[in-house]
């Protein structure tokens, strides 16, 4: 019995169909592991870098301590915030200054690029906050663990790189090593990288926090305001 051509036609054109979709897979697996090369790459000359400056700032500490002065390190260039209070009896300043740091909901982080502006503000809601100078560890540990990024307006998790959109790959910013290079080091993208990171989520710390001290300043014993690298260790409990 002869084969229908309507058929004929049918197995054809799922068989066209069937070696696009094969040679279309075929491309963008040998895309993704040129993709994982050139990060890996990219990951290993950002470690060479901090390593370099890192020594570097070693170097001159030594230097400092042989001539009998004092090395003074460059100014930090972000922080980290993390709301520690709810929204009773949050003054309306104090409000409207947590929402343009996105700080929405307690135990709630961001990042914050330090300039005067922004130093006056943190001081403006020193009693609903904690905040300090985070590590490229801590950095890395919250991008990776608790790291969301905001695609169409959705919160979707940083699992792999092809999240990264395409604005972002315009500024350079095609693998998590560029974004958390970017925060580390205040680059010229520092803004599209950080609004591109939802507000990261944190749990209550380990432990939590005592009842007696959590009002008062982090100076008088408390656990709000300013706590400089001390920041590192409660970020640690809180992931």
């Known amino acids: 019995m002869k084969t229908p051509e309507s058929v004929l036609k049918k197995q054809a054109t799922q ?3 069937a070696a696009e979709a094969k040679s279309q897979s ?5 895309k993704k592991v040129a993709d994982n090369k050139a990060f890996f790459k990219k990951a290993e000359t950002y470690a060479a870098e901090y390593a370099a400056a ?5 170097d001159n ?3 400092a301590k042989a001539s009998g002065g004092f090395y003074v390190p460059a100014e930090p260039k972000v922080c980290l915030v ?11 300043k104090a409000k409207k200054i947590m929402q343009l740091f996105r700080l929405r909901q307690i135990h709630n982080a961001t990042f914050v690029k330090l300039n005067e502006a922004t130093v006056r503000m943190l001081r403006l809601i020193e009693p609903y906050v904690t905040y300090g100078i985070p590590t490229r560890a801590t950095i890395e540990k919250l ?17 792999d790189n092809s999240i990264f959109t395409d604005d972002l790959k315009e500024a350079g910013i095609e693998c998590t090593a560029d974004l958390v290079h970017e925060l580390f080091t205040v680059g010229s993208n520092f803004k599209k990288s950080n609004n591109f990171l939802w507000p990261f989520k944190l749990s209550p710390p380990l432990g939590g926090f005592s009842k007696k001290t959590k009002l008062l300043h982090y100076l008088e014993g408390g656990e709000a305001g300013n706590r400089g690298e001390e920041i590192n260790k409660l970020v640690k409990k809180m992931l």
């Open 82 to 92: 993390i709301r520690i209070r709810g929204i009773i009896g949050v003054s309306p």
């Open 54 to 58: 890192e020594k570097a700032e070693i």
């Open 143 to 159: 991008v990776y663990k608790r790291g969301f990024g905001k695609v169409n307006k959705q919160r979707i998790p940083i699992a």
């Open 15 to 17: 068989a066209k169909l």
């Open 61 to 63: 500490r030594r230097k």
């Open 26 to 30: 075929e491309a963008a697996k040998a």
